[in-house]
């Protein structure tokens, strides 16, 4: 599993600076950054080929946005441009400039258009990269909740110092970073999750379990955000920051017309064993629980799926029950299903709850393993707090310490809903520098419950995970910078000296290629050395000149 963050971007006092510049400068300053300590470390080891050039190129050749789950593949011409991320943004820089000249001259004299980098692999083997007008952080494969918390919050991280490296360029512009999914003004970006799932599971079986879930699913794992509606005209307060963003039930799109169960079928491994379920609903998260209980929950919802388990929970209107949940903080709101009872969101989850607790118990005799036990008693205890006073919550989620923030500045302020004050505070908790946004300041202060020390997250930022094929990405951008000829989530291609003389190295399994299988062979001296090594002991992997 793994998450895909979508940040909002800003510059200080410039509301109409070209976002897609601010992103182009944040992604090179992350290259940039990364650059310049392995530079200083090659300085300090004596090393060589500190010289790589900054960024790693992406390879899109696994790339397939068109596909879908549900059994053809959308025509090309047919299709809106934001699917199209089989195509490299950097092909466009150039347009992209003369288009941000054009809008805004804000932002673009102090670019070197020449040395733009819209796409790097960083060394924890995340991607981080230009997603049409904001920088994205896509992270490493990871094996379990706790993990996918702490890789996706090493994200936070990679953020932040974007931030502070170009707050401290000579005469550079500032860009600020938040995390969250809405600018309020019609706009909304992505926070996506994903997960491996068994291509003999039919995708029928995957949607109908999975509406009811992800409409309710929100009372746990909301962000909570400021106004009503698409453009948040109307005051109020809700859970969801992307809930009002749904149109759909079902499709392939991301960015339009948006489905709650995106069809999207490109697996990134061996398509014949796996599909990956690439989910758009979610909100971005900062609370450690509601991030833990995001991706394990639906871990076990997907469990219930595989085995058949899923209990009857067909709404009438999954659409219309996903804004009704998340338009009333109070979480009386019950939403009509079609057996004719009438559930609220919490109750809806209960349900889930209960289902996956009695088939783990059952797939586990002799007792459960520690990560989905973890996720099974955090989940029952949050959602019988939230069913007794969903104000319990404000030590713990995300959409309810925000509210408590914003019913206390309304109380002393006597602020109504539609008070721009709050729209500010809102943004402001999302901000990703630790002594701006106010969850970092109500995190440091104790009044919200992590789960993973902030020094493992650091350590996560830099270092990949262990037991997936991301630690032999990171450690080969990490190893062999210079030799990167393009990276993807299942494919390292490698350029030796000399003219077209390079291989491909194939990742269809993700848990092969780990850091015990694997970590012996980045001791060869340099990469085509270490390409030998990868081909002896995985022949079926390397492809490419002089090579098998």
Known sequence: MGSETEFGVLAPGEPGANA???STRVVTGCAALLARRRRE????????????????????????PLTDARGF???????????????????????????????????????????????TVIPNGARVYVDHSHPEYSSPEVTS?????????????????????????????????????????????????????????????????????????????????????????????????????????????????????????????????????????????????????????????LDLVEHDRVPDLELVDPVAALQAISHDPTLRTAVPLRDGRELTGVQLQREYHR??????????????????AQVLELWDEVLTDLAADPSLLADRLDWAAKYALLEAYRR????????????????????????????HRLAAGGRIRTLVPHECIVDAADTP????????????????????????????????PGVRRGARIAMPEPTDLTREVAEEWFTAPDAEQWVRRVAEHRPGLVTGSDIG
């Open 355 to 372: 289902a996956a607790l009695e088939l783990e118990t059952e797939l586990a005799p002799d007792g459960l393993d520690a990560d989905t």
């Open 412 to 439: 002393r302020d006597g602020m109504a809903w539609d008070d721009p004050r709050l729209l500010a505070i809102d943004l402001q908790y999302a901000d990703v520098r630790p002594e701006k946004g106010l969850y």
């Open 73 to 119: 593949t959308v025509a090309r011409e047919a299709a809106h441009f934001s699917q199209l991320t089989d195509e490299a943004p950097e092909l466009t820089a150039q347009e992209i400039a003369a288009e941000a000249i054009q809008e805004s001259a804000l932002y673009t004299e102090d670019m070197d258009w020449r040395r733009v980098v819209m796409n």
């Open 145 to 301: 909740p706790l993990d996918a918390l702490t890789w996706d919050a090493a994200g936070d991280v990679v953020a932040h110092r974007a931030v502070e490296f170009l707050a401290g360029g000579a005469g550079a512009a500032p860009v600020n970073l938040y995390k969250n999914n809405t600018d309020n003004k019609s706009v909304s970006y992505g926070a996506h999750e994903n997960y491996t799932v068994s291509r003999e599971v039919p995708f029928e079986r995957i949607t109908a379990a999975l509406l009811p879930f992800f409409a309710s699913r929100q009372v746990v794992c909301g962000a909570g955000r400021v106004g009503l509606g698409v453009d948040g005209s109307g005051p109020g307060f809700q859970l969801s920051q992307r809930a009002d963003f749904f149109e759909r039930t079902v499709g392939l799109e991301t960015t339009i017309h948006r489905p709650m169960v995106n069809t999207r079928d490109e697996p990134h491994a061996d398509d014949t064993r796996y599909r990956r379920l690439h989910v758009i609903i979610g909100d971005a998260n900062l609370s450690h629980v509601a991030t833990l209980l995001k991706f394990g929950t639906t871990s076990l919802v």
């Open 41 to 64: 470390t090659a300085r300090l080891t004596g090393e060589t080929g500190a010289g790589a050039p900054v960024g790693t190129a992406w390879d899109y050749g696994s790339e397939a």
């Open 20 to 22: 897609t510049v601010l």
């Open 465 to 496: 995970p262990a037991d997936t094929r991301a630690w032999f990405r990171g450690a080969a951008v990490s190893r062999y910078p210079e030799a990167m000829a393009g990276v993807g989530w299942d494919t390292v291609n490698v350029a030796f």
